[in-house]
Each structure stands twice: as C-alpha cells, then as structure tokens.
C-alpha cells in the first residue's frame, strides 16, 4: 500500500508483542530511517532505533523498540520532525509495523545524550514493534476527528482533503484547518491560548508538521507538484483565531 492509501487505515499502536523485530526487519527499518526527506534542509537531524530508553514506558508490554528524533534548534524543527516521523510510521505501517508517537514520556539524559545530533536537542520518539491489535483500520468511520466543514473552511472537499483530516495529532487535539483553492491547499494552525511560548516550541508544531505530511502526499495524488509556497491569498484569508502556515501547490 502506498502512504496515501495508509493514511486512510493508519491508527496509533499502543498494544505490542514484547518479542524484537527480526535483524532482516531491523536492517529494513534503518534503511527506510535513510530515505526519509526532511520537510526543511536547514535542520539537522538523527534518528536513532534503540532497544532501550531508560524508563519504564506507559505501555502495558514494554515495545521493543524505539525511535528516538533529536534535531538542531531551528524555528522549523518541530514541524520537520512531525513530517519526517509521520512519514516513517506511515512506512513502517506498510511493513506490518505498529508504531505511536510518544511526548508524554522521554528517554533518560544519557540515553538522549548517546544520540543526540551535535548541538542538537531531543524532540520526541516512536515506540515501535509488531502490534498486539489490528493494525489497520478497516473504515474512515472508525477515525475520531473533527466534523470536514471544521476542518476546510472553503473550498470543495475532495478525498484528498480527507486524507488530512485524518493525519494523527498529539491528544488528538488537531489544531488546525485548511482552505483548499483547487491549484492551492492552504494551511491554518489554531491561535495558542497560552502564548507564553512560542508557537514553534509546541507540540501543536510537531502536529502540523505531520499534517504537512499529509498534504503534500495528497496534493501530490491530486495533480499537484506537493511544493510549499507562502502566499499572499493564504495569509489574507487565515480564519479568526487561526495562523497561517503555509500554502501547498
Ligand atoms: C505529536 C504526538 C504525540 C503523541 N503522544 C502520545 C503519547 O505520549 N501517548 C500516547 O498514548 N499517544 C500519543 N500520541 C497518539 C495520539 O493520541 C493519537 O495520534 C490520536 O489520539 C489520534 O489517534 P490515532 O493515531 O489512533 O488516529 C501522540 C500523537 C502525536 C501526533
């Protein structure tokens, strides 16, 4: 199945085998590490597969692996990891493998600091393994998001919008909307309550690097060259309590 197919079946995994994933499997999820693109080149970025993060994870059976992203500071690198993590577990949902984003919890200083990106700092990490439930869904239906007129302000909604309604966010809190101009996706982040950090130091970021992912997968399958642009009409049309992005064409 390809990514775009997958985003319609994809589900968080929290319930795994406890046995590790075979080497030919491992060496497989490596190389598919490598070919990851990154959504901005001006970050650095490693992502490291371990067995063991130093804690006592939430999950009921310890997964047996993780991946752990550490990144240099940039103003993009949370969206960039939310891109390149979500195309990773988009991938190894292709292979038969279940896998979560965990923020609640992070591996120990010397676990962060045995693969730490030089003068870089940790973003968040996957937990990885063979699932222990369904892997896939079967229907749309069964994805909790939020009503399509909420989520595309204007526009027709096509099935490629839907693909990005149903990209994953932290605590499912989807903070974000789209309009979609045919030959133009434009792309909205909700307005902090909080504003005493900046927006990019969010999980919120993280979050709309993932629906990033998703819209330039789905405008690709659309016709679209799946390219970033800043746009005058996508800024001039952020709705109330929104922040532009960016726009896709
Ligand atoms: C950035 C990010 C962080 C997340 N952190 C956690 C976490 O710490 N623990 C957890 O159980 N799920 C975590 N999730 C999974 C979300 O709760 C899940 O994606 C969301 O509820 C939607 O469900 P679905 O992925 O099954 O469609 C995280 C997801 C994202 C995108």
Same mark, same amino acid.
């Given at each position: %199945?390809?990514?775009?197919? #997958? ?17 030919? @499997? ?20 490693? +992502?490291?597969?371990?067995?063991? $993060?130093?804690?006592? /994870?939430? =999950? ?7 991946? +752990? ?25 292709? %292979? ?7 923020? !609640?919890?992070?591996? @120990? ?25 369904? #892997?896939?869904?079967?229907? @749309?239906?069964? =994805?909790?998001? %939020? ?9 027709? *909604?096509?099935?490629? $919008?839907? !693909?990005?309604? #149903? !990209? ?18 434009? +792309? ?24 990033? *992912? ?9 016709? #679209? ?13 952020? /709705?109330?309590?929104? *922040? ?6």
């Amino acid at each position: %199945m390809t990514h775009y197919e #997958l985003m319609f079946k994809r589900r968080s995994v929290r319930h795994f085998r406890p046995e590790p994933l075979d080497e030919a @499997t491992l060496a497989e999820v490596r190389k598919a590490i490598k070919r990851l693109r990154p959504l901005f080149r001006n970050v650095r970025t490693r +992502i490291t597969l371990v067995d063991d $993060i130093g804690i006592e /994870p939430m =999950f009921d059976v310890m997964p047996p692996h993780f991946i +752990i992203f550490t990144s240099t500071k940039k103003e993009t690198h949370n969206m960039n990891a939310g891109y390149m993590l979500e195309q990773l577990s988009l991938e190894l949902a292709g %292979m038969g493998i279940g896998s979560c984003f965990v923020e !609640a919890q992070r591996p @120990t200083k010397e676990i962060i600091d045995g693969v730490c990106v030089p003068n870089g700092e940790y973003i968040i990490m996957l937990a990885i393994g063979r699932p222990n439930m369904t #892997l896939l869904r079967d229907s @749309t239906v069964k =994805f909790d998001r %939020m009503p399509k007129e909420q989520f595309l302000r204007k526009g027709e *909604y096509t099935e490629a $919008i839907e !693909a990005c309604r #149903l !990209a994953p966010s932290g605590h499912n809190s989807q903070p974000w909307c789209m309009i979609n101009e045919g030959e133009k996706l434009h +792309i909205y982040s909700k307005k902090l309550a909080d504003k005493s950090h900046p927006i990019h130091q969010t999980l919120d970021s993280i979050d709309i690097g993932i629906l990033l *992912y998703h819209v330039v997968v789905s405008a690709r399958e659309a016709g #679209l060259d799946g390219i970033q642009e800043f746009t005058l009409e996508g800024s001039k049309q952020a /709705p109330e309590g929104f *922040y532009y992005i960016t726009s896709i064409i």
